[in-house]
């Protein structure tokens, strides 16, 4: 296993809570009952994620296995994504056609590598007839990250598909060919199911309205401009702590609590301002962060009134 792999494992079962860590491990199905009695689960959770990138290595675990693990990862915390549901049009007179869920997997991957030189793509079957698509996506010049995927849920002979990705939008008409109506006698590039982005009257797009607030107060912070060029913020705090609790060690301290906190990137301001669209913080930001431009600084001290 090379050190890519072997990182791809490490921050994979890294992401996984304590509490559900043998729960998944059992359903990963992927290391034996005996491997797993070996680790002691009792130790620092980094030692436990060492031992079982070893116990991975010895199995000689592929990408493959790694993409399987974060799908099933990914399908216990499903209610933390936003899904977005696309209906699928056949063309007028097409027949609904026996569905092979294998010859489909084989006809998706092919498509997209066949587009695409640099793309991963897993399947993992699930219950009532559906099945998880992992895709990582690449360049023709970039590999596949594999740290930011495309997640598609299909239910074989429905017209429906559910998408979950930051940057899925770029890729629809590519991935719109992959589901392909599957005909014994029509080859795959001269028959393709059409992704349609027009969504069905009784289709309910739940995220719509949050997304819009999302953008509209992004824009008010920010602007509809390119943000100044600023690669850190750093925050000094002197304040003493606050506890609603009564007693406590620090509680009774007198001298504050003094901490540093710095916040890098190539490009600070857009990073923030990206944040929220993104899914990762929600709007309105601190305005100890939104405050950057305007008061024309990035070094603060924070101390209690």
């Known amino acids: 296993m090379d ?3 072997a990182e791809f494992f490490r921050r994979t079962i890294l992401k996984i809570p304590m509490t559900e860590m043998m729960t998944v491990l059992k359903t ?4 034996s009952e005996n491997q797993l009695q070996t680790v002691n689960f009792r130790q620092r959770k980094e030692s436990i994620v060492q031992d079982l990138v070893l116990l991975c290595e010895e199995n000689r675990a592929s990408l493959n296995d790694a993409a399987h693990l974060d799908i099933i990862y990914t399908q216990f915390h499903r209610h933390q994504k936003i899904w977005d549901v696309f209906q699928m049009s056949k063309g007028p007179g097409d027949d609904i056609d026996l569905f092979d869920m294998e010859q489909f997997k084989s006809s998706f991957k092919k498509i997209l590598q066949r587009a695409l030189k640099n793309v991963t793509v897993s399947f993992k079957d699930a219950e009532e007839n559906s099945v998880w698509i992992r895709i990582a996506w690449g360049t023709q010049y970039k590999k596949p990250n594999q740290y930011k995927p495309a997640y598609v849920v299909y239910y074989s002979q ?3 598909a559910f998408t979950s990705s ?6 629809l008409p590519l ?16 028959r393709s199911l059409g992704l349609d982005i027009n969504m069905n009257s009784r289709i309910i797009h739940e995220n719509k309205v949050e997304k819009e607030r999302v953008q509209r107060v992004t824009q008010e912070i920010f602007g509809d401009y390119p943000q100044p060029r600023l690669e850190f913020a750093q925050y000094k705090l002197e304040t003493k702590f606050k506890s609603d609790l009564n007693g406590g060690i620090l509680a009774e301290r007198e001298e504050p609590l003094r901490c540093l906190v710095k916040f890098s990137s190539p490009h600070l301001l857009e990073a923030l ?3 929220a669209p993104a899914g990762i913080a929600d709007v309105p930001l601190s305005p100890l962060l939104t405050c950057i431009p305007n008061k024309g600084k990035n070094y603060f001290k924070i101390r209690d009134k």
């Open 175 to 190: 991935l719109g060919q992959s589901f392909e109506t599957h005909n014994s006698t029509t080859s795959l590039q001269e």
């Open 166 to 171: 930051s940057q899925l939008k770029s890729n």
């Open 3 to 5: 050190e890519t792999l």
């Open 158 to 160: 429905t017209p429906y």
């Open 28 to 31: 990963w199905n992927f290391l």
């Open 273 to 275: 301002k990206s944040l």
